[in-house]
């Protein structure tokens, strides 16, 4: 199932939010459709965000129609602009539009058409690296996973999240490969369910055993003795180890360490944030209040009430295990080792 593909001239996109009930794409034609996915969730997951923005940004210089390398350029920056506001926590968004950037500045075409053939290999490169790269992180993560264990995960850091593949489910995936008879336990990630609706989902495509749990199950389950261990994905790592991460990771992390399992995080090395000093530094979104007073539409809380709606929480470093990344495991000391990938 394509998380994202680039089709006559358009960027056409999995619906996630219709997930698991129903397989829909959606054709994106200009910047704002590209925009609106990304804040809506339809496409979701810090790597895939950042692919499907690469894309949208191709989308807006062409709308702009620029007639000459100044207004291309122009064009570019303002559009990259508007879709690194879409969502401040995950990295790869803002890398990924920094990376088409810096492509385009380097070159010395001047033909606007050579030029937005120049930023669309490269939003192509970046969708085609990260299913390698996963494969690779995959393959570095495996190693940590024992034959038949229970690994609990938080959110959907999979296929759905990336290019293709996945981080977390991507380790997943290469331990099951590798004959490893691996068991999930997805938790449901509330507010918006991506454990439940997209994890599961994978994993049942895959033929991995995944048991859906809501959020605070897993601190029973961890006591009953049925987890060996943790994997999550990243949105943003900081250069001392700290992990941002879908909201509630933070908890899964605590009761890890309370019950000695290990807490694996996956993610691609542009994920990694060495300019920030330490998680204090990520920006953490905050999204409508509606997301956790409704539920498929229908009111679970009273009106009236407030709403204080993270959709991200931050790890500290001293929790973390291990950092599975493309270009190898970095452990503590984290300021040194990711530094060294
Ligand atoms: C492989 S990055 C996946 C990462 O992104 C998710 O957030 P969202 O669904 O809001 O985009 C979650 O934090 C996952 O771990």
Redesign the pocket.
């Known amino acids: 199932m394509d998380t994202m593909r680039w089709e006559d001239d358009a960027l056409v996109l999995l619906d996630q939010t219709k997930l698991p009930a129903v397989v829909e794409y959606i054709s994106c034609r200009d910047c704002d459709s590209v925009a609106g996915a990304i804040r809506s969730?339809q496409v979701?997951?810090?790597?895939?965000?950042g692919a499907a923005a690469a894309y949208g940004l191709v989308l807006g210089v062409r709308q702009a129609q620029p007639e000459n390398r100044t207004e291309f350029l122009a064009a570019a920056e303002e559009t990259a602009r508007f879709l690194a506001a879409t969502?401040p926590t995950?990295v790869?968004l803002a890398w990924a539009l920094n990376r088409l950037l810096t492509r385009l500045r380097a070159s010395d075409a001047a033909d606007p058409q050579e030029l937005t053939a120049l930023l669309l290999a490269e939003a192509h490169a970046i969708c085609g690296e990260d299913v390698a790269a996963n494969k690779r992180m995959g393959n570095f993560g495996r190693e940590l996973v024992p034959p038949g264990a229970r690994i609990l995960t938080?959110?959907?850091?999979?296929a759905l999240?990336?290019a293709g593949y996945?981080?977390?489910l991507g380790v997943i995936r290469a331990a099951q490969e590798a004959g490893k008879h691996v068991s999930v336990y997805a938790d449901e990630t509330r507010p918006?369910l991506?454990g439940a609706r997209l994890t599961a989902w994978e994993m049942v495509q895959e033929g991995i055993p995944v048991t859906v749990i809501t959020d605070n199950m897993a601190g029973y389950l961890m006591a009953r003795g049925m987890v060996d261990l943790v994997i999550?994905?990243?949105?943003r790592i900081a250069a001392n180890g700290d992990v941002a991460?879908?909201i509630g990771?933070y908890g899964v992390a605590v009761l890890a360490k309370e019950h000695g399992l290990p807490f694996y995080v996956a993610?691609p090395v542009s994920?990694i944030d060495l300019s920030l000093d330490s998680g204090a530094d990520i920006p953490i979104?905050e999204r409508a209040p509606e997301e956790v007073t409704h539920l498929a539409g229908r009111p679970v809380a009273a009106p009236g009430v407030r709403v204080w709606n993270p959709?991200?929480d931050v790890t500290p470093a001293r929790l973390v295990t291990a950092i599975i990344t493309d270009r190898g495991v970095a452990r503590p000391p984290y300021r040194e080792s990711l530094k060294r990938l």
């Open positions: 969730l979701r997951g810090a790597p895939a965000i969502r995950a790869n938080h959110c959907n850091a999979g999240a990336t996945g981080t977390a918006l991506q999550v994905g990243a949105d991460n879908k990771t993610a994920t979104e959709a991200f």
